[in-house]
């Protein structure tokens, strides 16, 4: 994956905390609204990984109003190092702050007006937001409540070092992307079909991660073409290598692949939360291959793979 050398990078869609203190054991461990919540085991980070969702749009949009007490924001050397996409090419941090650009341009195309862009909260080690407190531990996620998306960036390389995953700039951006369709599910009311604490293969929540999966990949097949307020694209070229390595990604946090894996060995399809790695990879070729949101209603179909 490479980004555009000229291009110019917009900070202004981070809000930088990493300096700014944790949440002090104040409030439990936030879920971000996807997660099952089971903190101080090792397995939490990868059953919540690229986990958000949850019910109903919160307030709070494009503010810091979930942050706690004592965290501040300060994005200049965010602003001072990531000017452009020479920066993202040679910085991790700087790379996701296109990432995060380049996805709500796209969903600002495609969704006009219905589209309303919110931030990405990059923490360290731990936060406190509307859904509670969170560790680096919960993975990236999407809150509802305050309808942010929040990061430790060191997950990239848990990722590779936990997860085995093959990693790079790519498989981040659909990280990133996955996020930021939950963002969009909570602003089209996608999470009103999910019932809250539902698990199982055909379950709404199965379906509501699955569609994220197939919302990032639509991003994916346009990120060459989408262009930023200059009019041009920030991503430059995005290869089959990067597509296959998003797919490794993808097929080591289906839920199948965690249990039997990195949980008890056992898999049981009446918890899953995510879908199969088989499930996670298809919809996420569904998203890139069509290019369309609309072939992404998991909602509408018997089979999801």
Same mark, same amino acid.
């Given at each position: 994956?490479?980004? &555009?050398?000229?291009?110019?990078?917009?900070? &202004?869609?981070?809000?930088? =905390?990493?300096?700014?203190?944790?949440?002090?054991?104040?409030?439990?461990?936030? =879920?971000?609204? @996807?997660?099952?919540?089971?903190?101080?085991?090792?397995?939490?980070?990868?059953?919540?990984?690229?986990?958000?969702?949850?019910?109903?749009?919160?307030? @709070?949009?494009?503010?810091? &109003?979930?942050?706690?007490?004592?965290?501040?924001?300060?994005?200049?050397?965010?602003?001072?190092?990531?000017?452009?996409?020479?920066?993202?090419?040679?910085?991790?941090?700087?790379?996701?702050?296109?990432? +995060?650009?380049?996805?709500?341009?796209?969903?600002?195309?495609?969704?006009?007006?219905?589209?309303?862009?919110?931030?990405?909260?990059?923490?360290?080690?731990?936060?406190?937001? &509307?859904?509670?407190?969170?560790?680096?531990?919960?993975?990236?996620?999407?809150?509802?409540?305050?309808?942010?998306?929040?990061?430790?960036?060191?997950?990239?390389?848990?990722?590779?070092?936990?997860?085995?995953?093959?990693?790079?700039?790519?498989?981040?951006?659909?990280? +990133?992307?996955?996020?930021?369709?939950?963002?969009?599910?909570?602003?089209? @009311?996608?999470?009103?079909? =999910?019932?809250?604490?539902?698990?199982?293969?055909?379950?709404?929540?199965?379906?509501?991660?699955?569609?994220?999966?197939?919302?990032?990949?639509?991003?994916?097949?346009?990120?060459?073409?989408?262009?930023?307020?200059?009019?041009?694209?920030?991503?430059?070229?995005?290869?089959?290598?990067? +597509?296959?390595?998003?797919?490794?990604?993808?097929?080591?946090?289906?839920?199948?692949?965690?249990?039997?894996?990195?949980?008890? @060995?056992?898999?049981?399809?009446?918890?899953?939360?995510?879908?199969?790695?088989?499930?996670?990879?298809?919809?996420?070729?569904?998203?890139?291959?069509?290019?369309?949101?609309?072939?992404?209603?998991?909602?509408?179909?018997?089979?999801?793979?």
């Amino acid at each position: 994956m490479r980004y &555009s050398e000229g291009g110019s990078l917009d900070t &202004s869609n981070v809000r930088d =905390v990493r300096g700014g203190g944790g949440f002090g054991g104040r409030r439990g461990v936030a =879920v971000g609204g @996807g997660g099952l919540g089971l903190v101080g085991l090792v397995v939490v980070v990868l059953i919540q990984v690229l986990g958000g969702g949850g019910e109903g749009a919160g307030p @709070g949009l494009g503010t810091l &109003s979930g942050l706690g007490e004592g965290q501040t924001t300060d994005n200049a050397r965010l602003e001072q190092n990531c000017r452009t996409g020479a920066d993202a090419n040679e910085s991790v941090e700087c790379a996701v702050v296109a990432d +995060i650009e380049s996805v709500q341009d796209f969903w600002s195309r495609t969704l006009g007006e219905r589209y309303v862009p919110t931030q990405t909260v990059f923490f360290s080690g731990s936060v406190q937001t &509307s859904c509670g407190g969170a560790t680096s531990g919960s993975g990236p996620f999407y809150c509802p409540a305050d309808q942010l998306v929040y990061i430790d960036l060191s997950f990239f390389d848990q990722l590779e070092q936990q997860f085995g995953a093959q990693g790079g700039l790519f498989v981040n951006a659909y990280i +990133i992307a996955h996020e930021y369709a939950h963002h969009v599910q909570n602003l089209l @009311g996608t999470n009103r079909q =999910v019932t809250p604490g539902e698990t199982g293969p055909a379950s709404g929540t199965v379906r509501l991660e699955l569609q994220a999966d197939c919302y990032a990949g639509a991003w994916a097949d346009h990120a060459e073409t989408v262009p930023d307020d200059s009019g041009q694209p920030l991503i430059a070229e995005i290869t089959e290598d990067d +597509i296959n390595r998003a797919l490794d990604a993808a097929g080591r946090i289906g839920d199948d692949f965690i249990q039997e894996n990195l949980g008890g @060995g056992t898999v049981d399809q009446d918890a899953f939360t995510h879908g199969s790695s088989e499930q996670r990879q298809l919809w996420f070729r569904t998203g890139y291959e069509t290019g369309d949101p609309r072939a992404c209603d998991t909602f509408a179909t018997d089979d999801l793979g």
